[in-house]
């Protein structure tokens, strides 16, 4: 009774922010959702310092929650699935090279910018930190979170080229941030002896390798099942099924279930729409119940992390040190995507966009998936340091950022016109 209880706060709180925020605040709806689930916190917070009995009832039913294992083991797969059904592989496949680079390549580099930046200053404000836990803390905070990016820059109506490269990038360097904090999280588990370069390798070709394979795998069997029939309820029973069953495999296989969410979305939504995979009618109720997937579990999960705060120990040295990790993670976020942009552009054959760097580096937002991953650390670890950081970088790249990439898109000049209402 206590799961449907704290099910039920969600749901409707979920659905009360949400009226709020399209009636009153107008913002978008991640936004406006973890605003109010902050503000709504910090309230309870205050309240609770006068020990109001259904305050601390409420908090201790949100501390019951593990936000971890919803996040991880539940939401994120129907999350990027729900995504990578609606890109277009096309054009993605077009801009193939510049994605793979960026994920592959700026993630890493990325998590090694921030490890090395936090291990000399966390020392400075009084907080020596072991290198392989800021290492830890480089590889949570490097992938930029698709569900905050395709719920907020898709509403800032950049070009379609670059909206497909920052979503496309997004997608994919979160799977390969996912992997580097499992094999990064293997290596402080084991210690510094039992640790080699071979076995670290081996887990991240499983995790990264087995994933994209079990992902094609599923996206390809799912898009001949769809073909084969021509009823919609069972159409979208089989895309339920694929994610389900398919993360529920991952894990069993102890591949990246992420990546593997992400190409059976891509060659799932791919295969229906120019294979001819789905009548016009089973396209329609398919897109629509993915679409409505998406507004339901973001705005669970924003709401989640607004409520979050209710059961966070965030002292003031720790609020402190996660201002000055913004720009850490900023500084590194550019050179990340600046670094392989440098490369690209050797190449003939490769046309960057305008103002393609500051567009994803001020756009690649942190989301729920870095709090998840700082929530799961053991408590062997610095864990409250580190969650305590990562939420307060997370609030500032949701709401600072989200806020503020639909002005910089107009001001640099590379959105497209709105398009005009319809009568």
């Given at each position: 009774m206590e799961l449907y209880n704290a099910l039920a706060l969600l749901l409707v709180t979920a659905a009360v922010f949400a009226y709020l925020n399209h009636r009153f605040l107008r913002m978008p709806p991640a936004i406006g959702l973890m605003v109010l689930g902050l503000a709504a916190s910090l309230g309870l917070v205050g309240l609770a310092q006068f020990n109001v009995r259904p305050v601390l009832e409420l908090a201790a039913l949100v501390n019951k929650l593990d936000f971890s294992t919803i996040?991880?083991?539940?939401?994120?797969?129907?999350?990027l699935f729900a995504g990578a059904i609606h890109v277009d592989a096309r054009r993605l496949g077009r801009l193939r090279l510049p994605?793979?680079?960026?994920?592959?390549?700026?993630?890493?580099i990325s998590a090694a910018l921030v490890?090395?930046?936090?291990?000399?200053?966390?020392?400075?404000?009084?907080?020596p930190t072991p290198f392989i836990y800021c290492?830890?803390?480089?590889a949570l905070i490097s992938p930029t979170?698709?569900?905050?990016?395709?719920?907020?820059?898709?509403?800032?109506?950049?070009?379609?080229?670059?909206?497909?490269k920052v979503i496309g990038e997004s997608l994919f360097n979160d799977g390969v941030g996912v992997v580097l904090f499992v094999v990064t999280l293997e290596?402080?588990?084991?210690?510094?002896?039992?640790?080699?370069?071979?076995?670290?390798?081996?887990?991240?070709?499983?995790?990264?390798?087995?994933?994209?394979?079990?992902?094609?795998?599923?996206g390809l069997g799912t898009a001949w099942l769809l073909r084969t029939i021509d009823n919609y309820q069972v159409e979208v029973l089989l895309t339920l099924a694929v994610v389900a069953g398919g993360t529920a495999l991952a894990t069993r296989l102890h591949t990246s279930g992420p990546l593997a969410m992400v190409m059976a979305g891509l060659l799932v939504g791919h295969f229906s729409r120019s294979g001819g995979t789905l009548s016009h009618e089973s396209q329609d109720y398919v897109d629509k119940f993915w679409e409505l997937m998406d507004e339901v579990l973001n705005a669970l999960l924003f709401v989640l992390m607004g409520l979050e705060v209710l059961v966070l120990h965030l002292p003031g040295r720790?609020?402190?040190?996660?201002?000055?990790?913004?720009?850490?993670?900023?500084?590194?976020?550019l050179v990340s995507v600046w670094l392989p942009m440098v490369f690209l552009r050797l190449l003939p054959s490769f046309r960057p966009s305008d103002h393609g760097v500051a567009v994803l580096t001020w756009g690649g937002l942190r989301g729920g998936l870095s709090v998840a991953l700082a929530l799961s650390?053991?408590?062997?670890?610095?864990?409250?340091?580190?969650?305590?950081i990562t939420y307060v970088v997370v609030v500032f790249s949701i709401v600072g950022q989200g806020l503020t990439i639909g002005p910089l898109v107009r001001w640099l000049g590379v959105g497209q016109p709105a398009p005009e209402p319809q009568h």
């Open positions: 996040v991880m083991q539940v939401m994120l797969g129907f999350l994605v793979g680079v960026l994920a592959l390549v700026g993630t890493p490890a090395g930046c936090m291990y000399g200053l966390l020392p400075v404000l009084g907080l290492l830890l803390f480089g979170d698709p569900i905050a990016v395709l719920s907020i820059l898709t509403k800032a109506n950049i070009s379609k080229s670059l909206e497909t290596v402080a588990l084991m210690g510094p002896k039992d640790f080699t370069l071979t076995h670290a390798l081996s887990v991240f070709a499983r995790e990264t390798l087995g994933g994209l394979a079990l992902g094609t795998a599923l720790t609020v402190l040190t996660g201002c000055a990790a913004i720009g850490v993670v900023l500084a590194a976020r650390l053991p408590a062997s670890m610095p864990r409250e340091l580190l969650v305590g």
